[in-house]
């Protein structure tokens, strides 16, 4: 059983707004998360990082933590193009500050 | 500058014969590991290292060894390439800064067994 999961999309939003990428786990133990946002045949970039319930505000990026419903989500205001990559979501297991990453979800940001 | 650097970025090589892959980092970070991604699967851990000669396996290490005898330095060996093998390897690093379980990524090697 994956212990992180995704939906594979691809999500496709208009330019300018805003897309919501989702994200739950199966382990009540994950302390914090991660995500990560992977370009064509790139490497993986953190771009946001949440350690407790609630949001966290980052430029155009709101990362939500819901401890009690398992989630985790990624919100992007006023989507650009240049937004168009795949988005992974990473909790961190206990040990070793060990990841664990789901799939990935595809975004595409339309003119 | 790159904080991390794999090499080779790219090979071919023939089923059978022994491969080895190599990160290096200069962030002084204590933890290092080996991802492989997969269409399908994501990224998933073939090894880590949270220090100098300490090495663990994550959850695809069949076929995989690996040595860190510098902070610096983790290499990744396949000792008889399969093309099940074949992917995308990462390395990543962890364990500095402000949040000690953030990874940072290498730019990757794409391997391909023929």
């Known amino acids: 059983q994956k212990e992180v999961e995704q939906n594979s999309g691809p999500l496709s939003v208009p330019e300018g707004a805003i897309a919501s990428l989702n994200c739950t786990y199966s382990?009540?133990?994950?302390?914090?998360f991660f995500w990560y946002r992977q370009y064509s045949g790139k490497s993986p970039e953190l771009i946001m990082s949440?350690?407790?319930?609630g949001d966290k505000e980052d430029g155009r990026f709101t990362a939500q933590l819901n401890k009690a419903s398992q989630y985790v989500s990624l919100l992007i205001r006023d989507s650009q193009p240049s937004d168009s990559a795949t988005y992974l979501c990473?909790?961190?297991?206990?040990?070793?500050?060990?990841?664990?990453f789901g799939t990935g979800t595809r975004l595409q940001v339309t003119l | 500058d790159a904080g991390i650097t794999q090499s080779p970025r790219h090979k071919v090589t023939e089923t059978g014969t022994p491969v080895t892959l190599r990160c290096h980092q200069t962030?002084?970070?204590?933890?290092m590991y080996w991802y492989r991604q997969d269409p399908g699967h994501g990224l998933r851990l073939i090894h880590y290292?949270?220090?100098?000669?300490?090495?663990d396996k994550g959850e695809v290490s069949d076929g995989y060894s690996v040595s860190r005898s510098k902070t610096e330095d983790f290499l990744l060996t396949l000792e008889s390439a399969t093309s099940s093998q074949t992917s995308v390897y990462f390395c990543?690093?962890?364990?500095?800064?402000?949040?000690?379980?953030?990874?940072?990524f290498g730019p990757g090697t794409r391997l391909t067994v023929l």
């Open positions: 990473a909790g961190y297991t206990g040990t070793a500050s060990k990841l664990t």
């Open positions: 382990d009540r133990g994950s302390q914090s």
């Open positions: 949440i350690y407790s319930n």
């Open positions: 962030e002084n970070h204590r933890y």
């Open positions: 290292s949270y220090g100098v000669k300490d090495t």
């Open positions: 990543a690093t962890g364990g500095g800064g402000l949040s000690y379980n953030e990874q940072f």
